[in-house]
């Protein structure tokens, strides 16, 4: 059984347990949380070959995937960065790609078909990535190969490349920001159009590419990407690259990665109002196994990813790991973190002293937390975690499990201490019960209002224990594709949610909000400038 199929029995147990925790809570039968999807999990051909990519060390990444344990573990797709394309167009604009690079996999496949290699990905069970930049130039500065290739991007033939993408039978694109950056467009306004394109491919071809944008955190993506234009699941870049291309035979193979960047990705990667419902900070591949990090901080790395909910893509090569990477990187524990299908990201709930963190990833389980306990600081310490800190009720006993050694703690009332070495982090998870929600109903519009266009379904004076506030929406969307209402908090910038088909019975999502004003003063608003909103009839509020 895979991996995500594994992780989807887990989470189906967790939502029983769920709904009998809370139907003793309340004594009545409490809405299902309805599953978003998780952030993706694969390789990337950039970190370790820069532009030298072919379609050779493609299939011998995949294959590597396919029997190392990684795709057991959930890793899936294969994502073929810069360098597979050398900017060269024929008459009618369409890609022309280098045969050489890329020769026909298979008996009757043709050179320089992107699809072949494509088809080899598929058969092993795994999924294909393709890469482009929304400007007209691409990055192509690396002086990896000495060579500077111009007008690799797709800027001028977005509906013709996506397209193209789409037949190929790609799953996920990487869109980056060189040539947008250089040519000053707007990445919103770029973006969107791209999201366009991926619909218009998708309705061509029947075929859905991921979409992963890649503008380094520029005017703040986390704003205006989650979902832009109707995406219903989608991942944006909020920082500049952890490390420059190390390919062994290249000239920077003694290159190295910084542990202190991978600190400052993470740091720069939180936005945790805009991580909900499919949509994704993505704070860049792993480094993981790749020159640079002791094996120590190659925990925290993926530890630091796993509380984020990040995306986790392997940059090493992959038929290099040793076998203790590969069980860093596929521990089921941590991975079930990550994967979590509430989908929310971790907030600092607490930093006892300076460089002493406490962070709190909200899981599907009730009363379930992740918390990273990381200590920044050289000295070894003793971290404390208070349960009122995690959203779980002082009166509860708690139980710690430490997800590295995978081994229980105990059970705690109200606090515990763990010793974290310097330098370290320790991940678990705590369960206890959760602080219980306030439900408030829409004052703005009529409760289950079925048809909403261009309207607003407000909330007035609510409140919640802790600054950054977990909310629970009940909905309805009959629909068989989510429908989409932006999110207003106060006045502060809103963030596009999607809510996945429901059926005919309410279901629930849940996000996090900032809390900008004390007391039950608050006020929130879904709208929606076009189509028809979910009919949402209340939110319930931590
Ligand atoms: C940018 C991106 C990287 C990689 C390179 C390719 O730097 O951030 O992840 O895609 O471009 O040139």
């Not at 092993?124 to 500065?141: E, F, H, P, V």
């Not at 500049?240 to 190390?246: A, E, R």
């Not at 909330?459 to 429908?483: C, L, M, Q």
Request: glycine share 8%.
């Amino acid at each position: 059984m895979s991996r995500k199929k594994r992780l989807a029995i887990v989470n189906l147990a967790a939502f029983v347990a769920t709904v009998c925790v809370a139907i003793h809570a309340h004594s009545q039968a409490p809405v299902r949380q309805i599953p978003v999807p998780s952030p993706p999990m694969g390789w990337s051909s950039w970190n370790s070959f820069s532009n030298t990519i072919t379609s050779q060390i493609v299939m011998d990444q995949a294959k590597t995937m396919a029997t190392s344990g990684l795709e057991n573990a959930g890793y899936d797709y294969i994502n073929i960065d810069e360098g597979w394309w050398l900017g060269k167009r024929d008459a009618d604009g369409n890609i022309v790609i280098d045969d050489n690079a890329w020769p026909p996999v298979a008996l009757n496949d043709l050179p320089g078909d992107m699809g072949s290699v494509v088809r080899f990905i598929h058969n092993l069970g795994l999924k294909a990535g393709i890469y482009t930049d929304a400007g007209k130039d691409g990055c192509s500065m690396t002086p990896d190969l000495g060579f500077a290739y111009h007008d690799v991007g797709s800027y001028g033939h977005y509906e013709q490349d996506f397209l193209q993408f789409a037949k190929w039978g790609f799953d996920y694109v990487k869109v980056d920001w060189c040539g947008g950056d250089k040519e000053n467009l707007d990445p919103a306004v770029q973006y969107a159009e791209i999201a366009r394109a991926i619909a218009h491919a998708e309705k061509v071809t029947g075929h859905r590419l991921y979409f992963s944008i890649c503008n380094w955190g520029k005017l703040s993506p986390w704003t205006w990407a989650p979902h832009i234009d109707d995406v219903s699941a989608n991942i944006w870049r909020t920082s500049g690259d952890i490390v420059d291309p190390i390919v062994a035979s290249g000239i920077h193979a003694d290159r190295k990665a910084s542990f202190d960047k991978v600190l400052a990705n993470f740091d720069q990667g939180i936005h945790p109002e805009a991580q909900h419902t499919g949509a994704y900070n993505d704070p860049d591949m792993m480094v993981i196994g790749m020159p640079g990090l002791t094996d120590k901080q190659n925990r925290v790395h993926m530890s630091l990813w796993a509380i984020s909910g990040a995306p986790l893509l392997v940059g090493a090569d992959l038929t290099k790991l040793t076998p203790d990477t590969i069980n860093l990187l596929t521990n089921p524990e941590v991975l079930a973190i990550d994967q979590d299908s509430a989908g929310l990201q971790a907030v600092k709930v607490a930093e006892p002293a300076t460089g002493l963190q406490v962070w709190s990833k909200p899981l599907t389980r009730a009363g379930t937390r992740a918390v990273l306990l990381l200590n920044r600081t050289p000295a070894d310490h003793d971290i404390d975690v208070h349960a009122a800190d995690i959203g779980l009720a002082d009166q509860s006993r708690m139980t710690s499990r430490d997800l590295w050694s995978r081994s229980d703690l105990g059970n705690f009332d109200k606090t515990f201490a763990v010793h974290v070495p310097g330098g370290e982090a320790a991940l678990l998870l705590v369960s206890g019960v959760d602080v219980p929600a306030v439900q408030f109903k829409p004052d703005g519009v009529t409760p289950g209002h079925p048809l909403c266009r261009g309207c607003d379904v407000h909330f007035s004076k609510v409140g919640a224990h802790a600054e950054w506030a977990r909310i629970r929406v009940t909905y309805t969307n009959p629909d068989k594709g989510s429908r989409f209402a932006e999110l207003h908090v106060n006045d502060q910038v809103g963030t596009r949610i999607a809510f996945p088909p429901t059926g005919a019975t309410p279901g629930a999502i849940t996000v996090q909000a900032l809390f900008d004003r004390k007391g039950a003063t608050n006020v929130l608003s879904f709208s929606l400038d076009r189509d028809v909103m979910p009919a949402i009839t209340s939110i319930d509020v931590e």
